[in-house]
């Protein structure tokens, strides 16, 4: 096929063990998360780390367009009325 849909991976059965526990305990040690699940959570708590990690580059990036997009409007505004504006 010419066009296929790209592959979405998922998160892995451990990630979301570990994603539950978090939901419903809140804040939680690894440790912690390791006792409840019975087996070592470093590489499900890795892996969470950077996904959120990813996803937390994102919302920074878009408050970031956001706000260049404010900026320029209001520069923008300020030069159609021209009067300087103290905001």
């Known amino acids: 096929r010419l066009f296929e849909r790209p592959v979405e991976r ?13 939901a419903y305990l809140g804040p939680v040690s690894r440790p912690e998360i390791a006792r409840i699940r019975g087996v070592a959570a470093d590489s499900a708590v890795a ?7 990813h996803w937390q580059w ?18 923008a505004l300020k030069e159609l009325d021209g ?3 103290a905001w």
């Open 10 to 22: 998922g998160l892995s059965q451990a990630a979301l063990e570990t994603i539950a526990i978090v």
């Open 47 to 53: 892996s969470l780390v950077a996904v959120l990690g």
């Open 58 to 75: 994102r919302r920074q990036q878009a408050s970031a367009a956001a706000q260049r997009y404010q900026a320029e409007r209001a520069s």
């Open 83 to 85: 009067k300087q504006v």
